[in-house]
């Protein structure tokens, strides 16, 4: 039976040295971790991470194909018709609210970055529709560039795993940067988001079966018989 850690009463350094470890056991755990919405380009990612909101990344992927074959650039998803623009994305859900987003992104992208999107934080969150968990996704995804994508998984994890309280995304994803490398920030995301949907469920997670069993303060929220938590276990991909 893994030992329960309690993170209660820790230290700053012990706290760092098991997030690390924890990383560690889910990059070998998930070694083929990776953002698991269809793209090829920045703009794609920006639009499908836009309509993965409130939709699982299957049903994302599903729409992308004919949305990513009639909207090629900035211009044409600004010039867009509307109302063919929400049939297309209708079954990914709010689609009128990411019809509206899609199209000023693109708008903004049209009049201030020459059509293309652009590589840093700053400018992105100031487009319609991109905040910082989107704009982190496609920093990480489609620029290389580092960044912590705080979604729901994410968060919750960041908390059973006893590595932060706090439930703001912004504040999440400073204090976890706090602790682990710059350098993998991006993967972790993927760790976290993988777990988080195969594993690590909101209701009934499968402790019995976790690999970070030993090191998580929250180990027996769910099943820790093996046999039991192994039926828990998901494969993928999912929302």
Same mark, same amino acid.
């Given at each position: ?75 044409? !998803?600004? +010039?867009?018709?509307?109302?063919? @623009? ?6 990914? $859900?709010?689609? #009128?609210?990411? %019809? *509206? ?11 201030? !970055?020459? +059509?293309?999107?652009?590589?840093? @934080? ?6 319609? $529709?991109?905040? #910082?968990?989107? %704009? *982190? ?19 919750? @994890? ?82």
């Amino acid at each position: 039976m893994p030992r329960n850690v309690t993170s209660a009463g820790e230290s700053r350094l012990a706290l760092v040295r098991r997030a690390r470890r924890m990383t560690r056991i889910l990059a070998e755990t998930y070694p083929d971790a990776h953002c698991e919405l269809d793209f090829t380009n920045p703009l794609e990612l920006a639009v499908a991470t836009i309509l993965s909101a409130q939709c699982t990344d299957k049903r994302v992927n599903l729409v992308t194909p004919t949305l990513f074959a009639k909207y090629r650039t900035a211009a044409d !998803y600004a +010039g867009a018709d509307r109302a063919e @623009l929400e049939e297309i994305i209708k079954s990914t $859900g709010f689609f #009128r609210a990411k %019809a *509206n987003s899609i199209i000023g992104m693109a708008q903004g992208l049209c009049d201030r !970055y020459g +059509g293309e999107v652009p590589g840093t @934080l700053k400018d992105l969150v100031t487009l319609p $529709g991109i905040g #910082r968990k989107t %704009a *982190n996704v496609v920093l990480g995804n489609a620029f290389d560039v580092p960044g912590i994508t705080v979604d729901t998984h994410f968060g919750r @994890l960041a908390r059973r795993f006893g590595w932060t309280e706090e439930t703001d995304p912004v504040k999440v994803e400073h204090i976890v940067g706090d602790l682990i490398p710059k350098n993998e920030w991006t993967m972790l995301s993927h760790y976290m988001i993988w777990h988080g949907r195969r594993l690590c469920h909101a209701r009934k997670p499968a402790c019995g079966v976790c690999p970070l069993a030993a090191l998580c303060p929250s180990f027996g929220e769910g099943p820790t018989d093996p046999a039991q938590a192994a039926k828990l276990v998901r494969p993928g991909p999912f929302s």
